[in-house]
């Protein structure tokens, strides 16, 4: 029975850290709470039920009890394992790509039910056998637009103009797009074929699903990878972690 001391949430473990001899803290994503920092106690025993239900990726049911520091997880069930990710190299490393994606640009207890359901979609999409590359890419544009990080594409970012179908730049710092001789000046922004600013479009206005299902051409894609890869670079102030995984098991 919930009450001022317990309360209920689905979750998606985002990562784990081992402390004292059986105990994890777990970062779990919340629908109805954002991110959280909580205990599972003896969960790194053989014998605890718990164990098997706050891995990473697993989506999960948690009964969890108000701690002084940090909340208790007291009853765990699994609802979605994502065995797929955890089978394929290659997915593995997407997934943990974009997991601390969202785990280094959200803060603690925000809510932001939108940003569960992406996660979980861009979970499912992969564990699916959807393509991995725009999979990604898709969940990127998307996470950023929920987190107050939109790029803009349509206007130039400098000079406000609507953007023309020919050649024009992207910039981290400025946040988005810029026209020929704005992007001229800007000496940090990088060159954008006509293709690439379409499909950058295509994927921040439409659905999340609709993203995995293109199919691009390698240039093509290696080029909206830049974009984005260069953005978010910016944002974190430096390389994600996983990035580098991602580049040795795909390469």
Known sequence: MENDKLYRSEAIVVRSTNIGEADKIVTIYTPGRGKLRVVAKGVRRTTSRMSGNVERFRQCKLLIAKGRN???I?????INTFSNICNSLDLFAYACA?????????EDELENYPVYSLLTEFLKALDGGL????TSR???LHL??????RPQLTRCVRCNADLEPVMNYFSPEMGGALCPPCGQIERRSAEVSVDAM???RYLQKSSFASGPRLRLEPGL???????MESYTRYLLERDLKSAEFVRNVTS
Do not use: C, N, V, W
């Open 144 to 149: 950023l637009g929920y987190l107050g990080y």
């Open 198 to 200: 379409k499909i950058l």
């Open 221 to 227: 894609r290696a080029e909206i990878h830049h974009i």
């Open 74 to 78: 007291t009853q765990s069930e699994t």
């Open 138 to 140: 898709a969940y990127e």
């Open 70 to 72: 940090l909340d208790i």
């Open 98 to 106: 974009g997991l601390e994606l969202l785990d280094k640009l959200t």
């Open 131 to 134: 393509d991995p590359i725009m």
